[in-house]
């Protein structure tokens, strides 16, 4: 496993990361596997691993020039852990939406009618 210590203590790793894809060879694309392929999951009734790509016309879920570097993801969520098979190449849309579950696939804030709960955490105090 390729944890190490960070350079500078704000470090998040997301560099390495970086480095750690190009240097396997990850296909540069959303959800992209070592294969070629995607990596799809299914979050409630969104899907996470479109596919697409700001650079690669063969991406399987389409070029868009337009949509700005793609993100690594920690799948474990430990910044320093820079194995490949704990890091995916995410779009910032996909990578928000996988940051905001938890290990079992439930949203960390909890579901509303929609299925996602963005208050839960939050202590509404009344005003005096």
Known sequence: MAVDEPLDPRSTGRKRGRAVLKE??????????????????????????????????????GYYPTMGQLQVNHINKNVLDNDPVNLEWMCSSCHKIKDQQTEVGESIRGPNELGFNWMANVEVVPDE
């Open 24 to 61: 396997v060879g990850r296909p540069y694309w959303c959800g992209s596997t070592d294969d070629g392929g995607v990596k799809q999951e299914w979050f409630g009734n969104v899907k996470v691993g479109c596919g697409r790509s700001p650079s690669d016309p063969d991406a399987p879920g």
